[in-house]
């Protein structure tokens, strides 16, 4: 009884509160603004549709933010932001109309290089023999990363294309129960990625700096032409894609928190860019990252390895790390591509060039 | 009967129902088979063992520390969260208060339900992980232990994701895996959640018994 009591105590405060708010805040134009007819008949007769003075005038001025009659608070002064149209047309005729069509031309592009390159092998096949290349610690910081990223990549994608894509198929209905679901989900998971990015960054940012072996390996595009490309522990394409990471998830995680927490800023100008920086952003890394997956698995023999036991195979690292496997085994590569050891199957505990 | 009202009701209730039978009979189960007879005289308490064996294990030994440290914050990080959910997330409170025990209790505001859940998510995800990518773990696990895994992520994933409160299908497919979670929570390893003290404890009573420090 006493909670209902204080539960009507405090609605009837706030209603008070918003009613005393609302006066104090009139949108209302001023008297000599409105000069409309009243009714359709009154205007029938004078000389145009809004009678003898335009509105034009006093709607243009608002436009472009005329003081004096507005809201308080958040953008004093301003009625109507014209940049909110700006921001609107960038999003339906760029963002909107391209993001899903590059994802799409990424997946028909992996597509068409898997049907004419096939399966990067082992040109040694496998020898037995292993080195480790990633810790726990490397391994369990990507998976995390993964894990929160495909997450959001999921609900993201929902919430920006799912309108255009999804709600013509399944209904408006269904769309909006997807919508609810994807946006908590999206919120829930963002600051995760934020986590896994400063765990992923500073794990993997030792060995990430460009050298100049790594103009060589794109010279010969990375073994696809020019014969065999030397890489340290991370080749160059692998670089460019941590470096990616980092820009394209600092810019996501900054203007995801201004939208997450809109009350941060103060001009609606940042959070209109922070949804088209926001978007741009994870469609690059979503994109980025199909390449990735695609690489790490189907696409090279061998490579997953690393991810999930954190080893190697020695001629998977001689073929694609050849100078990381000079470096942490000492041990030079004959011109035909092998080291000097014995054959013998077996496992060498190596200190791979990042942070454990 | 809506399908809400067939998760909620019906089907919570034979789910809750396997739940408590099933892990009652399975610790009664455990506790019959008693220990075998220790012949050598005692140097020291089995009972202070057994309580010690159980406090002991909360803390991570400082040796193991830094080869241990993504299980150990993953283990508190997911444990901590889910509990919080579980007892503190303001729709179960209503849950437990409308259904099961009629009393009520203070909830977690939203921001601190938020927190909890990206604890619990974090932990999971890391103690997954580990589960697949350490040499050892991978070893020992099994289907049971990734199922169990899974069935609890997709528990937390639909009860957060239906957060908005505003459609009642996103409540009915976390209820129906609730109830699946339930179903499946005797016959598993997540069982370990009622079996852990009797097991910890167990080890740490022989050693009681025979005088060692733990």
């Known amino acids: 009884m006493l909670h209902r009591l204080i539960a009507a105590i405090f609605f009837t405060a706030l209603m008070l509160m918003s009613l005393s708010t609302a006066s104090a805040q009139s949108v209302r134009p001023p008297a000599n603004a409105v000069n409309q007819p009243d009714s359709e008949q009154e205007r029938v007769g004078t000389s145009n549709t809004l009678g003898t003075q335009s509105q034009s005038d006093y709607w243009r001025a608002l436009r472009h933010g005329k003081s004096g009659i507005s809201t308080t608070g958040r953008n004093d002064g301003l009625l109507i932001q014209s940049q909110g149209e700006d921001w609107r047309l960038i999003r339906k005729q760029y963002i909107l109309k391209y993001s899903g069509w590059v994802l799409v031309g990424v997946i028909a592009l992996l597509v068409l290089f898997f049907l004419i390159r096939g399966r990067i092998r082992l040109k040694g096949g496998r020898s037995g023999k292993t080195i480790s290349r990633f810790s726990l610690a490397h391994r369990t910081a990507h998976w995390f990363m993964a894990s929160v990223f495909i997450m959001l990549a999921i609900s993201g994608l929902l919430i920006l294309l799912g309108r255009i894509a999804l709600a013509p198929l399944i209904g408006k209905g269904a769309y909006a129960i997807m919508a609810s679901a994807a946006m908590q989900g999206h919120n829930l998971f963002g600051p995760l990625f934020i986590i896994a990015l400063i765990w992923l960054v500073w794990l993997f940012i030792p060995g990430n700096f460009l050298k100049m072996v790594d103009l060589k390996w794109l010279a010969k595009g990375g073994g696809l032409i020019g014969g065999h490309a030397s890489a340290g522990h991370y080749n160059f394409g692998e670089k460019v894609w941590f470096w990616f990471v980092v820009i394209g998830g600092l810019a996501i995680s900054v203007t995801g928190i201004l939208l997450e927490f809109p009350w941060l800023v103060e ?32 696409g090279m023999e061998g490579a997953l390895d690393s991810m999930t036991t954190g080893d190697v195979d020695i001629n998977w690292a001689i073929e694609h790390h050849d100078l990381w496997y000079e470096e942490v085994t000492g041990k030079p590569i004959n011109k035909s591509g092998e080291d000097s050891d014995d054959d013998s199957p077996g496992h060498a505990q190596v200190y791979t060039q990042s942070r454990s | 009967m809506s399908f809400l009202k067939f998760v909620e009701e019906p089907l919570f209730y034979f789910a809750a129902a396997v739940f408590l039978i099933g892990a009652l009979w399975r610790v009664i189960g455990i506790i019959r088979i008693g220990r075998k007879p220790d012949l050598a005289p ?61 009393i009520s209790w203070p909830a977690l505001p939203r921001w601190g339900f938020i927190i909890a859940a990206q604890f619990a998510f974090a932990g999971l995800i890391m103690l997954w992980v580990r589960r697949f990518s350490d040499p050892v773990m991978r070893l020992i696990a099994d289907w049971d232990d990734h199922i169990s895994s899974w069935l609890t992520f997709l528990v937390m994933l639909t009860g957060c994701l239906a957060l908005q409160e505003s459609h009642d299908i996103l409540k009915a497919i976390h209820m129906l895996f609730v109830d699946v979670w339930l179903i499946y929570f005797p016959f598993s390893r997540l069982m370990h959640a009622v079996t852990f003290f009797l097991s910890r404890g167990y080890t740490g009573a022989t050693y009681g018994r025979k005088g060692m420090t733990l």
Request: charged share 10%; hydrophobic share 55%.
């Open chain 2, 42 to 102: 005692a140097k020291g308490s089995g009972t202070a063992g057994f309580i010690a064996g159980n406090l002991r294990h909360f803390v991570p030994r400082n040796i193991f520390a830094k080869r241990t440290w993504i299980h150990i914050i993953g283990g508190y990080g997911f444990h901590f969260g889910l509990f919080a959910l579980l007892l503190f997330a303001a729709p179960h409170i209503k849950f437990f208060d409308e259904r099961i025990l009629g």
């Open chain 1, 267 to 298: 001009n609606l100008l940042f959070l209109q860019l922070s949804t088209i920086v926001h978007g741009i952003a994870a469609v690059g890394l979503i994109a980025f990252a199909l390449g990735h997956i695609y690489i790490g698995t189907l």
